[in-house]
C-alpha cells in the first residue's frame, strides 16, 4: 500500500506461525519478522517493540502475542503509530475478532499496514479490502473444517467416537492405527455398578454417589464424583452403546458399560428422558441466529432467545429482552416475526447493481494500483537480477574469446556470482503472496445485491459473519423495525452513493472511474 509515513513514526511488529505452517516450512517467524523490518525501513518507520506467537491459530484472538501487543497499544498509544503484520490474516481469521481489533486500534488512533497487501484504513474501500482479506482467511478456516468434519461425521457414522472418552473409558488403539474407545479397567466396573445399584430403586442418588466414592471412583484428576457428575453419568446413552453428535445418533462400536433395561429404569428414577427439555448453548445458537446480536431499544440490553410452552405442552420459539427492568411493552417477540423484519432490513441496506457494478471497479482500480506499489521493491529486485545475469553472460562470453585470463574470469565470475545470490536472497524474503481480489470482490458483491437472501440460507456461523460484516455495532430494534446507526464501510458508501455524495460513478468503457 502507498504509504506516506514521516521520519518520526513509530510501530509495532506483529508476526505468527500456526502449528501447520511450521510442519510444512512456510512463512516462518523469521521471515515475516525480516518482511516487517524491510517494510518499516522503507517507509521510515522506527519499530518500537515485535510482538509474536509461535505454532497459534488466528481462530482466536486468545494468543499471548497478540494480547501482550494489543495492551502495549492500549497503554503506550501516543507513541505508536502503526502495526505491521505480514499478512491481515497473521493478525486474525476471524471476522468479529478483526473487526474487534480494528475498531480499538482505530480509536487509538494507531493504522494497521501489511507488508504484502493494499489496506489502507482511512479510506472505504482500504477498509473494505481489509475486511474481504480476514472473510477469505475466515471462509478458508470453514472450508478446511467443513473438510475435517466430512471425514470426521464418516466415521463417527461407522461408529468410531473420535474424541476425550467419558469416565469409565479410555482412548487407546486397535493395532497400530485405529483409534477406539475401550473400557477402563480402572473404572468400568464401578460405573457399571451405578446404573444397578440405582436402578433398583433402593438408594438416592447421593447414598449411590458416596458408596461409589467409598469404593475409589475418582475423576481423572483423583477428585471424588459429585452428585452432577453422578446424574450426568446415569443420563449419557454412551454406556448404552449410543453415540450423538451433530443432532446424529449411532451405534458405536465400543463395549456398553449397562444394559437398556437398567438404563430405562435409571431414566425413569431421574423423572424425565435422559436429553431433557433445556435447549443447549450450542442449540440456542442454531435456532436463534440473533440472539445477543440484536439489542432492545428501550434498554438497550441484547436480546436473548430461549422456548415457551403453550397451553397444550407444545413449545414456541421467542425472542425476549431479559432485563426485568426494561419500560417495552413486550418482553417476547416471536422468532419469525422479527427475523422476517430483519431481512427486509437486510433486504432495505442490499446494494443496487448500479452501485456494485461501480465500487467492484473502483476497488479493482485501488487494488492494481496499491499492489504495484507494494511490489515496487520486489521489481527493483528482480531487475537487478536481470542485470546481473546479463553481466554473467558477458564474463563467460569473453573468456570463452579469449579476452581474460583464467585467474581475471575467476574473480569476475565470483564477484557477479557473489551479487546474483544476494539478490535472489533479498528476493526470497520479499515473496509477495498472491491473493484472487477478482474471486473474492465477486463472491462479496454477489452476496451485497442479495444479503436478506445469504442471509437465510447461510449457516448459523456464515450468519454471524455476515451480521459483523454489516453491523460494526449492534443493530437496535424497537418492536416494529431495526435501526441501523453505523454501517460497514462499504454500506455507508452505498447510501452515499445513492444520496449522490459518493465519488464513485459506474464505469464507462475505459473511462476514469474517479470524477476529477
Request: glycine share 6%; hydrophobic share 35%; with cysteine.
Amino acid at each position: 500500500m502507498e504509504n506516506n509515513s514521516s521520519k518520526d513514526q513509530k510501530g509495532l511488529i506483529y508476526y505468527r506461525v500456526s502449528t501447520d505452517e511450521q510442519a510444512q516450512q512456510g512463512a516462518s517467524l523469521q521471515t515475516q519478522n525480516e518482511a516487517c523490518r524491510t517494510y518499516a525501513k522503507r517507509y521510515g518507520i522506527a519499530v518500537v517493540k515485535a510482538f509474536h506467537d509461535d505454532g497459534v491459530s488466528a481462530k482466536t484472538a486468545d494468543r499471548a502475542g497478540l494480547q501482550a501487543m494489543l495492551k502495549y497499544c492500549a497503554e503506550h498509544h501516543k507513541d505508536v503509530d502503526c502495526v505491521i503484520v505480514y499478512k491481515v490474516d497473521r493478525l486474525s481469521r476471524n471476522v468479529n475478532d478483526y473487526t474487534s481489533i480494528m475498531m480499538m486500534l482505530k480509536k487509538l488512533n494507531i493504522e494497521l499496514h501489511s507488508t504484502t497487501e493494499a489496506i489502507d484504513q482511512k479510506t472505504p474501500t482500504g477498509v473494505f479490502i481489509g475486511n474481504i482479506m480476514a472473510a477469505s482467511a475466515e471462509f478458508d478456516n470453514h472450508v478446511r473444517s467443513v473438510r475435517s468434519k466430512s471425514g470426521m461425521e464418516t466415521r463417527f457414522k461407522d461408529g468410531y467416537w473420535q474424541w476425550k472418552a467419558p469416565i469409565g473409558y479410555i482412548n487407546t488403539k486397535r493395532g497400530m492405527f485405529e483409534k477406539i474407545v475401550a473400557p477402563d479397567p480402572k473404572r468400568a466396573d464401578l460405573i457399571t455398578w451405578i446404573f444397578a445399584e440405582y436402578a433398583k430403586g433402593t438408594k438416592s442418588l447421593n447414598e449411590v454417589r458416596v458408596e461409589v466414592n467409598a469404593k475409589g471412583l475418582t475423576t481423572e484428576y483423583g477428585n471424588k464424583v459429585s452428585n452432577q457428575m453422578i446424574s450426568k453419568i446415569i443420563r449419557n446413552r454412551f454406556y448404552v452403546g449410543w453415540m450423538e453428535k451433530w443432532n446424529i445418533e449411532v451405534r458405536g462400536i465400543h463395549t456398553p458399560l449397562t444394559d437398556e433395561e437398567t438404563f430405562a429404569l435409571c431414566q425413569a428414577r431421574l423423572g424425565g428422558g435422559s436429553r431433557g427439555d433445556s435447549v443447549s448453548k450450542s442449540r440456542a445458537k442454531e435456532v436463534f441466529p440473533l440472539r445477543n446480536n440484536v439489542l432492545c431499544s428501550f434498554c438497550g440490553r441484547p436480546l436473548t432467545g430461549g422456548f415457551s410452552t403453550g397451553k397444550a405442552g407444545k413449545k414456541y420459539p421467542y425472542y425476549r429482552c431479559y432485563n426485568k427492568d426494561c419500560t417495552t411493552p413486550t418482553r417476547s417477540i416471536a422468532k419469525k416475526k422479527l427475523e422476517l423484519q430483519f431481512e427486509d432490513c437486510l433486504r432495505g441496506l442490499s446494494g443496487t447493481h448500479q452501485f456494485v457494478t461501480a465500487f467492484k471497479a473502483v476497488i479493482g482500480d485501488v487494488w492494481e494500483e496499491q499492489y504495484e506499489t507494494i511490489n515496487t521493491a520486489r521489481k527493483q529486485l528482480t531487475d537487478r537480477l536481470d542485470v546481473l545475469e546479463r553481466e554473467k553472460k558477458q564474463v563467460i562470453d569473453m573468456m570463452k574469446r579469449g579476452l581474460l585470463e583464467d585467474a581475471d574470469f575467476k574473480e569476475a565470475f565470483a564477484e557477479v556470482k557473489d551479487q546474483w545470490n544476494s539478490v535472489h536472497e533479498q528476493l526470497a524474503k520479499t515473496k509477495q503472496e498472491t491473493f484472487e481480489i477478482d474471486d473474492a470482490v465477486n463472491h462479496v458483491f454477489d452476496v451485497l445485491e442479495h444479503l436478506d437472501i445469504a442471509w437465510g440460507e447461510a449457516g448459523i456461523n456464515e450468519k454471524q459473519t455476515l451480521q459483523c460484516l454489516i453491523f460494526p455495532e449492534k443493530p437496535i430494534y424497537d418492536l416494529e423495525k431495526f435501526e441501523t446507526p453505523t454501517l460497514s464501510p462499504i454500506l455507508e458508501t452505498k447510501t452515499a452513493f445513492h444520496e449522490g455524495r459518493s465519488s464513485l460513478v459506474t464505469p464507462r468503457g475505459i473511462e476514469p472511474r474517479f470524477p476529477g
